[in-house]
């Protein structure tokens, strides 16, 4: 084994030495600490403001104790969390600069080997994120997903059935009592959201890339072989270190592919696309929004878990999770990747089962055949536009019809209730101004709810188009991401109430029926539309974030640094 990282600390005589050292021992630690064993970092994601996080503590302990059995030690560190549930305006903001933080911290301490703990949606790719940037042995383990929900005898979901109930609500079909009684019942365990929403799509994006030990994607939180796979994951890192094992031998473009095949197979989130390209971006590996459209063509939806389908993450994983669905796939997928624990795809998954075909259908019987997140084309969207067909109203994605144009959230919260508002059931709804730079983070307003004067009338899907993200756990017949965004001068906006748009899902097509002229007169007269803020974080990524198509990273981010830091701070 050659010389760790941690040595250049703690491997000196001199006065740095003793200052790594010494400052240490203030904790309890014995000289032989130092010896040259593997330093490990666990990466904690934990707060109490991250709710689907707060049991990360625990998962840390599990780690600890495997590193120590493997000869290792291990120093847990928090970094920025970011949870769904309460910050503002979007956590979506804050992801670039949590990787700054997880970077930054990596690189400037005495660590050989990261195992990230994260578990909430943007703590995922935050983390990964940033240890992409640093490239050290590092290993996964997410803090999986809460118990199914129960309520009068049904189960119900993170979010999905919240999109539902409120929808509900709002046209009269449910009292404000109905709706308060299953707020006990949504969130009745640690975890994340037990939907097959953004955090459950990148635990499985983790292991299908490789980066968290077989098996472990679907582990509920409270279940103890999840705290079994976080004292495992200790040990293994110990070994990664030892070997030399980095992200870069792991994250080659044959495992960001075969992410994006199982993402098609699991009816993932839409948000997997931003943080896939972002974390392959630091990992300078070329990936486009296109590679999603074609390696998702022909992929077939096999996980029956809503917001898509009908179950939840409970049952999901005693389904048979990741592996059956990979096992599955193994025609489709490149079989020499490797996971964290030194074996190839094939090694891992060639033997793994399916319990329930309920759950986990058949290659044979397919939820749908063709279900990947789409990417679409057009004069609307020139640089590209995504939809999740397994999550639409099948009738709605061929459909062409009047626009209803609300220039900015401000104006649709005001006018959406409205009784006379002018807007049609054929009408394509449009949202201008939720794009990265224009809102500014890009929050999950793609879904936004339907006029109150439809739903009264029983309407439940519209077409809803805009620069803005969705929740993973949101359905609908929804066209998100829209690029360029229309605070930037997207064609986005120029749309006008009563313009043709066109939505072609056979064609892949988004197109505004409106002359090039009358275009470019609605141009001439067009001014840029960024928020106002002078100072902050706020103002580095208003100045700094690429468009959706290429993964919302902060341009000066995208990149290696490594490990490497030439100056002493004594
Ligand atoms: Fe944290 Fe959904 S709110 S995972
Ligand atoms: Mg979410």
Redesign the pocket.
């Known amino acids: 084994m050659k010389q760790l990282r941690s040595q250049e600390w703690f491997g000196r005589k001199d006065k740095s030495g003793f200052i790594a050292r010494s400052w240490l021992k203030n904790q309890g630690l014995p000289n032989d600490a130092f010896d040259g064993r593997p330093v490990i970092g666990i990466c904690n994601t934990w707060s109490e403001l991250?709710?689907?996080n707060a049991h990360l503590r625990d998962l840390a302990e599990q780690v600890k104790m495997g590193v120590l059995e493997a000869g290792g030690i291990a120093f847990e560190f928090p970094v920025m969390s970011l949870?769904?549930?309460l910050m503002k305006p979007t956590t979506m903001l804050f992801r670039n600069l949590a990787s700054m933080d997880v970077e930054e911290s990596i690189r400037g301490n005495p660590i050989d080997g990261v195992v990230i703990l994260a578990?909430?949606?943007k703590t995922t790719p935050a983390c990964l994120m940033g240890a992409a940037s640093v490239n050290l042995p590092t290993l996964v383990v997410s803090g999986g997903p809460m118990l199914n929900g129960k309520h009068h005898g049904k189960d119900i979901g993170?979010?999905t059935d919240l999109w539902k109930f409120s929808e509900d609500l709002r046209a009269g079909i449910i009292t404000q009592s109905q709706f308060d009684q299953s707020e006990n019942d949504m969130s009745r365990s640690p975890g994340?959201?037990n939907t097959m929403?953004?955090?459950s799509t990148l635990a499985c994006m983790v292991e299908a890339l490789g980066l968290s030990l077989p098996g472990s994607a679907a582990i509920p939180a409270v279940d103890a072989n999840r705290r079994r796979v976080s004292r495992l994951s200790g040990r293994r890192i110990v070994e990664m270190v030892k070997q030399d094992y980095k992200l870069s031998d792991i994250l080659i473009r044959q495992a960001f592919e075969n992410a994006i095949i199982v993402n098609a197979a699991i009816g993932g989130s839409t948000n997997f696309i931003l943080h896939l390209l972002a974390i392959a971006g630091r990992m300078e590996i070329p990936l486009t929004l296109d590679d999603f459209d074609h390696l998702s063509q022909n992929i077939p939806l096999l996980v029956n878990l809503k917001p898509s389908g009908q179950y939840l993450m409970e049952d999901f994983y005693y389904a048979g999770g990741v592996p059956a669905v990979i096992n599955q796939l193994l025609d489709k997928l490149h079989l020499d990747t490797r996971n964290v624990n030194g074996l190839t795809l094939s090694e891992n998954y060639s033997r793994s089962e399916t319990y329930n075909p309920q759950v986990i259908t058949p290659r044979s019987k397919p939820l749908q055949e063709n279900a990947g997140t789409m990417v679409l084309r057009g004069n609307l969207c020139p640089d590209g536009a995504i939809i999740k067909p397994s999550a639409a109203t099948f009738q709605l994605l061929n459909h062409k019809a009047r626009a209803f144009v609300f220039e900015n959230i401000e104006e649709y919260n005001h006018r959406i209730n409205d009784p006379d508002l002018p807007v049609a059931e054929n009408d394509i709804l449009v949202l201008k101004g939720a794009g990265p730079r224009g809102y500014p983070g890009m929050p999950e307003v793609g879904n936004f709810g339907l006029p109150l004067k439809l739903l009264k009338r029983g309407v439940r899907d519209m077409i809803r188009i805009s620069d803005g993200r969705m929740s993973g756990?949101a359905f609908g017949t929804i066209v998100l991401h829209v690029s360029p965004e229309s605070s930037v001068g997207g064609p986005l906006a120029l749309v006008q109430t009563g313009d043709i748009i066109e939505l072609s899902c056979e064609r892949r097509e988004l197109t505004l029926h409106v002359s090039e002229e009358e275009l470019l007169r609605r141009r001439a007269q067009w001014q840029p539309d960024l928020p106002d803020y002078p100072r902050g974080y706020a103002n580095l990524y208003i100045r700094t974030v690429q468009q959706a198509n290429l993964g919302a990273d902060l341009d000066f981010l995208i990149g290696q640094s490594g490990t490497d830091i030439k100056r002493e701070p004594h």
Do not use: R
């Open positions: 991250t709710p689907c949870g769904e549930a578990n909430c949606d993170s979010g994340a959201c929403g953004t955090a756990t």
